[in-house]
């Protein structure tokens, strides 16, 4: 009977993970966004394009992109909450010893590199204020539709470092040395991360240096939250991954 009860509070608390561990991050990847609109409202943007970059043809198709990738971060954020629950679960050693205990793990490490690369956005956002010039999308059609609505949601603003493919790239260095992700996965992120980059510039939404911000920022957080997770490991005295 305990050890039912014992299983049940572990799958409770396995459930709770699941949930708050995307939740928390999407949370702050909104504070992030909207609190810098506020912050640097009327203050002066700089614009970080090359003259070449205005020859960038608008490909409104690459809107699905843009927006598909959403479905791509649900998929992988709901997937690496899973393999937290499942390696904090099945570790005793990890068991018990809260927040230390998880930024321990491989999935620990993903969602600490996400808040870091979020609160890093977020500084550059407040310090060094971006903006794009988008064209006027006057043609008919569906996809030219969905381009005109993406502008009037999204402001042309806080685009450097890019989010969009910091998060992506993010998604895909997670899994990119991971043996227990099939080598199919790893290549649809890797295709996935590099296809939401292209659609930055094809949407007008970024350009060059908000990507390689975006990608630069990505890595040095995934380094970062590596070397958080080392520091976990020596006080917990864990044997290192």
Not at 30 to 54: C, K, V
Not at 114 to 140: G, M, W
Not at 216 to 241: D, M, Q, S, V, Y
Request: with cysteine; net charge positive; hydrophobic share 45%.
């Amino acid at each position: 009977m305990k050890q039912m009860q014992n299983s049940s509070q572990r799958s409770a608390m396995a459930m709770r993970k699941i949930v708050l561990l995307p939740t928390a991050a999407l949370i702050w990847n909104q504070l992030t966004y909207q609190g810098a609109f506020i912050l640097t409202n009327g203050r002066t943007h700089h614009d970080l394009s090359f003259s070449f970059e205005r020859n960038i043809p608008l490909i409104p198709w690459t809107v699905s992109i843009y927006f598909g990738c959403f479905l791509f971060w649900v998929y992988h954020y709901l997937r690496m909450a899973v393999m937290e629950a499942d390696e904090k679960g099945t570790d005793k050693q990890k068991t018990g010893h809260g927040i230390v205990g998880s930024l321990c793990s491989m999935a620990g490490r993903f969602y600490t590199a996400d808040f870091l690369i979020k609160t890093i956005s977020f500084f550059f956002f407040l310090l060094f204020p971006t903006k794009i010039d988008r064209p006027v999308v006057s043609a008919p059609g569906f996809w030219c539709d969905i381009v005109r609505l993406l502008y009037q949601i999204d402001k042309p603003y806080n685009l450097f470092p890019s989010i969009h493919c910091s998060v992506s790239w993010l998604c895909w260095v997670s899994v990119r040395k991971d043996e227990r992700f099939s080598v199919g996965y790893r290549i649809f992120t890797l295709v996935a991360a590099i296809a939401v980059c292209l659609s930055t510039l094809t949407t007008r939404q970024h350009v060059l240096a908000d990507i390689a911000g975006g990608i630069l920022t990505a890595e040095l957080c995934w380094k970062l939250a590596g070397l958080i997770g080392n520091f976990g490991h020596e006080c917990l005295h864990l044997p290192r991954k």
